[in-house]
């Protein structure tokens, strides 16, 4: 019996690496999750990917053949093969290539862990058959995958769509990068967050979410006290959407997208978060792309997006050899 060839697909976030093994049609026959820790070095990073790796191959039941390595990771460069500076770890610059061959010498291609996404909702999500989207991955972080023309947009240098660092608040809260007022600082998990915080400040509401300390409180948190009713939370989500929608008009002054398609855990909330970001990104829009531009919720199921991506990514390459 012939083996199947398979890629694995990484997607590395602030938080947690997903891996999973990916067939050329899209299917993720076995995933794994693991702790980032990103604190700590690339390469202990990858020690740990392939040694779950080691693990995920047998348990997938089948006889499979690993012809590639797709990885999504924040500030990859797709030209260089390196990660430059991630702001939510601790790695500084590192050629993720080169330092993947010290454990599996099979073709390997990175990208940005955003444009990763946004090929993996190309190819199998909700914006199959689309040539001009925007991916927003509303996670640890806030990332973007822009597909203009049914092509990934790399940009001259391999950092194009970076929106997650634009500024949403001139001077305003400090952000992962270094800079203020970026949209990121506002529109993740730890945007809401520090919402939350702020709104409990300026307003004497009663909310569960005061009897939470900071480093205990999570989005999911935020997410089941709006479901019950907490004000507190309600406005958090309603003033995340309207940083969001008010950001996303510019996007689309830049691109004209047919749709802006939203992955991760924020975006989960549903409406709680949708019915603001329509709001306000509709009021924002100049009158000629108004009613033009579709807000979906990923068609993927969360956590699968961004491996499939990456996976994709790496058939790509391997077609085109």
Not at 128 to 151: A, H, P, Q, W
Not at 266 to 272: E, P
Not at 309 to 321: K, M
Request: glycine residues 12%; contains cysteine; proline residues 2%.
């Amino acid at each position: 019996m012939s083996k199947i060839n398979v890629t694995l697909g990484i997607d590395i976030g602030g938080t947690n690496t997903v891996l999973g093994l990916v067939t050329k049609e899209g299917e993720c026959i076995k995933k794994s999750c693991i702790p980032t820790n990103a604190m700590d070095t690339a390469e202990d990073l990858f020690k740990r990917i392939f040694a779950e790796f080691e693990v995920l191959l047998p348990a997938a039941d089948g006889n499979y053949n690993l012809v590639g390595i797709g990885i999504g990771a924040p500030n990859a460069n797709y030209y260089s093969g390196c990660v430059e500076n991630p702001p939510n770890l601790n790695w500084g610059t590192v050629n993720i290539i080169e330092l993947v061959k010290k454990f599996k010498d099979v073709p390997t291609a990175l990208t940005n862990d955003a444009n990763a996404a946004a090929l993996g909702e190309l190819k199998f999500g909700v914006a199959r058959g689309m040539k001009n989207f925007i991916e927003m991955t509303l996670g640890t972080g806030l990332g973007s995958g822009i597909v203009v023309d049914g092509k990934l947009l790399y940009g001259h240098d391999g950092f194009a769509g970076e929106i997650g660092h634009t500024i949403a608040v001139r001077d305003g809260r400090k952000c992962g990068c270094g800079r203020k007022g970026c949209l990121e600082a506002y529109v993740s998990a730890g945007g809401i967050k520090r919402t939350v915080f702020e709104l409990l400040v300026q307003s004497s509401d009663r909310s569960v979410l005061r009897d939470i300390s900071y480093n205990e409180l999570t989005s999911k948190k935020i997410y089941e006290a709006a479901v019950n009713g907490d004000k507190i939370a309600n406005t958090a989500f309603k003033v995340t959407g309207k940083y969001l929608g008010e950001s996303l008009a510019d996007s689309v002054a830049h691109l004209s997208p047919e749709a802006i398609v939203l992955f991760g855990g924020l975006s989960q909330a549903g409406d709680l978060l949708l019915d603001s970001v329509k709001k306000n990104l509709e009021n924002s829009l100049l009158n000629i792309f108004k009613g033009k531009v579709k807000i979906l919720v990923s068609g993927l199921p969360e956590g699968d997006a961004a491996v499939l991506g990456s996976g994709a990514l790496i058939w790509h390459e391997l077609n085109n050899q």
